[in-house]
């Protein structure tokens, strides 16, 4: 199986260009992502694929637990659901573990949950790459190039740098 994993909690917009970002992501689209059961109505989202022997899952959920409000049930949640879609039960196992690790560095309960994805719907071809194709919008800078700074202080070792640079100059 192919190492894929589907994230929600923010703006596609800004959680695109995080894990777009990111060293061993391969690939990132944008777009509504659902599970099943309760969690059957979509949000926005990203689906990407990894290589595993560059960046860990573990690593990927840290990241996405720190790049948007992962501990606050907002009133916008149900247009961005926190949550980590994942491709079997056994990667959903993996997830819950590092979740619950991860916990001990938040002072409030993180509300992202480990999901079993079920649909994924592309946004429109002109929103994806939404960031790097023009970083100078108004809400790329004002909203993405935040998100990026703090990604490049508190992960630096993970992140393509002189494509995240290029972009913020």
Known sequence: MENKLGLGGSCYWCTEAIFRSLIGVEKVEQGWINSFENNEWFSEGVY???????????????????????????SKRDKYRSAIYCQSTEQQ?????????????????????????????????????????????????????????NLMEKFKSKVKEEQVNKALK
């Not at 990407?48 to 907002?74: G, P, Q, R």
């Not at 790459?129 to 790329?140: E, G, H, I, K, L």
């Open 48 to 74: 990407l694929a990894f290589d595993k022997n560059i960046i860990t899952l573990a690593d990927l959920v840290e990241i996405h637990l720190f790049s948007h409000s992962s501990a606050s049930n907002h």
């Open 93 to 149: 196992t993996e997830v819950k573990g590092v979740l619950s690790v991860l916990q001990k560095q938040f002072e409030q309960p993180i509300v992202t949950q480990a999901l079993l994805l079920n649909e994924f719907k592309l946004s429109p071809e002109h929103y994806q790459d939404y960031f790097y194709t023009a970083p100078n919008r108004p809400f790329c800078q004002n909203i993405i190039a935040p998100k990026l700074r």
